[in-house]
């Protein structure tokens, strides 16, 4: 595909590139608010459609189904169609269900604009991240961090929004409709933009083989990280109340602490970038999520560990999103189809991990969270292990 008047190229257009910049963090803080409101409100939710946590525990894979869908159809989207329009309809309609989310009286209902909710969410996810790649390319791995920083800031924001709404209101539907309100300007920013050029390239037979080795291990791996991440993140707050660690608003600070943790993480990632090898990133940020983790375990009733534990863990999973889509960058061509694949496995993740802990939650009790999410980042640890010995291009590891 050959650069037009309306397109923007790695070296030229550098105004352009700077507002497209804006433009995709101000969508990628969009999907850190969507991504982070819903464990906090899932007990409201719950009240809202008269059902418990275990039954409502159904939003998890109904989100994490539509993000699947939103990653793989939005994936060939951004290969072919404007890019800056495509990540714009996502935004918007990412608004437009947050809105209509608490105004839902029936599970099926609230279950359908969770699954659309999630269709949104994959299109933003991989569109901020493909056409970031695409502007910046081989430059790109501060300014990927920056970007997932903008995600951690959002879900930051998002539990204490939802804290002020329960504090002043009693309910959670004006914090989604506040948070649906910071969702648009990012979508008319973008639609003023010209949209970056599609890389291409080329690959003999034993390249082809290993890239699709490697695509599936990295999405083997993206599933088994955010499955941990989403589902500490959903079930902390459940976790804290149903143990008597915290009442209910401060548990919504706790969430905002995990995600508070994971946004200085990121920001403290930018320089890191620059001067540490991608593998090593991942694999100490690993180390340190294991700690952490086991921190809480071992200290279960303790509130000092908990805190500890819970922003330890945000503060080591901050960059290893970001830090694995530039490792994955140096060593595949990043289309949006590629990308799509990873998110698929991201989403996966997403939707089976959350749910199963919902399902173990009330059965076996609510530490059956901190086991599953420690099992989850010690068979990841393995998986980066295999990925590391079967990227045999020396670009893959260069910081």
Not at 48 to 71: C, E, I, K, Q, W
Not at 128 to 149: A, C, E, I, Q
Not at 270 to 277: D, S, T
Not at 317 to 341: D, H, K, N, Q, Y
Request: hydrophobic share 55%; glycine share 12%; aromatic share 10%.
């Amino acid at each position: 595909m050959s650069a037009s008047p309306q397109d923007i190229s790695p070296a030229s257009r550098l105004p352009y590139n700077r507002q497209s910049i804006l433009g995709y963090y101000a969508a990628i803080f969009a999907l850190g608010l969507a991504a982070a409101v819903l464990g906090p409100t899932l007990a409201g939710l719950a009240k809202h459609t008269h059902t418990d946590l275990r039954t409502v525990s159904l939003l998890f894979p109904a989100r994490a189904f539509g993000y699947m869908l939103g990653s793989m159809q939005g994936g060939r989207w951004y290969d072919h169609l404007p890019g800056h329009a495509v990540l714009a309809a996502g935004l918007l309609m990412m608004a437009v269900t947050m809105v209509l989310t608490p105004l839902m009286p029936l599970l099926g209902a609230l279950t359908a604009a969770i699954l659309v909710l999630g269709v949104a969410d994959g299109m933003v996810d991989v569109g901020s991240n493909t056409l970031l790649v695409w502007v910046y390319r081989d430059k790109v791995g501060p300014l990927m961090n920056g970007l997932h920083f903008f995600f951690g800031l959002g879900a930051l924001l998002a539990p204490i929004v939802v804290a002020q709404s329960m504090a002043i209101s009693g309910d959670i539907t004006c914090a989604y409709w506040a948070l649906a309100v910071l969702m648009f300007p990012g979508a008319f920013w973008l639609l003023r933009l010209p949209n970056p050029t599609i890389p291409t390239g080329t690959h003999d037979g034993s390249a082809e083989r290993r890239n699709h080795l490697l695509l599936v291990l990295i999405a083997l791996f993206m599933a088994l990280y955010v499955g941990a991440e989403v589902g500490f993140g959903g079930w902390i707050f459940s976790y804290a109340v149903a143990l008597n660690l915290s009442d209910a608003p401060g548990a919504a600070y706790l969430t905002a602490a995990f995600w508070g943790a994971l946004t200085v993480g990121r920001l403290l990632a930018v320089p890191l970038a620059m001067r540490v090898r991608p593998s090593t990133i991942v694999l100490g940020d690993l180390m340190g999520c294991l700690v952490s983790v086991g921190m809480i375990i071992l200290s279960a009733d303790s509130v000092i560990a908990i805190w500890l534990g819970t922003c330890g863990l945000g503060l080591f999973m901050a960059s290893i999103f970001p830090t694995t889509l530039v490792f994955a960058e140096r060593c595949l061509v990043m289309t949006g189809r590629v990308t799509g694949w990873f998110l698929v496995g991201a989403s996966i993740g997403g939707m089976s991990l959350p749910w199963l802990i919902g399902q173990l939650f009330e059965l076996m009790g609510p530490r059956v969270l901190l086991s599953t999410i420690m099992s989850a980042l010690m068979v990841a640890t393995g998986v980066f292990g295999i990925v590391m010995r079967c990227s045999t291009r020396p670009a893959c590891d260069v910081p």
